[in-house]
């Protein structure tokens, strides 16, 4: 069955230093999301992406975050400028269009040191 | 406002026991979707089931079964005879407006051999 992939599995950081995250999404999927889970907590929603735009995005997807999709195959994550709080699992999901099912990658724990 | 709640943090049976997980929803679209996801002690999200809101019909997958009762805003998950490898934490979400998917805080179900 087709996955989604995310590299690396765990990255970690000095606090303010740049960091991305990556995924290649499942390749017939046209819509991209970032979630992230802080250790013991909930999936919070950070991001959604389709036809190279941002469709929707949390408070907590401030100026510090951007995605691109460079490519045809990759979305990315940046943090511009981590900071202790932003230590925590980063999930990216795709999906298809006409079935509202989102696939996740097994994530990224980012630690911020 | 738009939230999904799962009163139970944490849960424990015996092996074989049978187990109901709460879901309550609260939105005021007339259209939206609702999920369970698996998550195991390995990290990733599965997921297990998605409805949405104009199919109020029950569900039977195995030993597992889903109630969505609109009256009450619940989408609740039973596990027949359960069994250890069920041990996870399962989050239950919902689709809000444009395209976003909100989790619940989750529910730690730990079966005991």
């Known amino acids: 069955e087709p996955e989604v992939t995310q590299t690396p599995s765990h990255q970690v950081t000095q606090m303010g230093q740049e960091v991305i995250l990556r995924c290649v999404p499942i390749?017939?999927?046209?819509?991209f999301y970032w979630y992230r889970q802080i250790l013991g907590q909930k999936v919070e929603f950070l991001v959604s992406?389709?036809?190279?735009?941002?469709?929707?995005k949390s408070e907590i997807f401030d100026d510090q975050f951007s995605v691109e999709r460079p490519d045809g195959s990759n979305f990315t994550l940046k943090i511009r400028s981590t900071k202790l709080e932003d230590s925590a699992m980063y999930f990216c999901?795709?999906?298809?269009?006409?079935?509202?099912?989102?696939?996740f990658g097994s994530g990224t724990q980012l630690s911020v040191l | 406002a738009q939230k999904v709640t799962q009163a139970q943090t944490e849960i424990s049976v015996v092996e074989k026991e049978d187990v109901t997980l709460d879901c309550v929803y609260e939105?005021?679209?007339?259209?939206?979707?609702l999920f369970w996801y698996k998550q195991p002690p390995s990290g990733e999200l599965v997921f297990l089931i998605r409805?949405?809101?104009?199919?109020?019909q029950n569900e039977i997958s195995g030993r597992y079964s889903w109630n969505f009762q609109k009256s009450t805003s619940s989408f609740n998950f039973t596990i027949t005879a359960s069994q250890v490898v069920d041990s996870a934490v399962y989050f239950c979400?919902?689709?809000?407006?444009?395209?976003?998917?909100?989790f619940g805080p989750g529910t730690s179900l730990s079966v005991i051999p």
């Open positions: 390749s017939n999927h046209l819509y």
């Open positions: 999901a795709s999906r298809a269009g006409s079935r509202y099912k989102l696939f």
């Open positions: 939105t005021r679209d007339t259209t939206y979707y």
């Open positions: 409805r949405n809101s104009f199919d109020e």
């Open positions: 992406f389709y036809n190279n735009e941002i469709s929707e």
């Open positions: 979400a919902m689709k809000t407006s444009y395209d976003k998917v909100i």
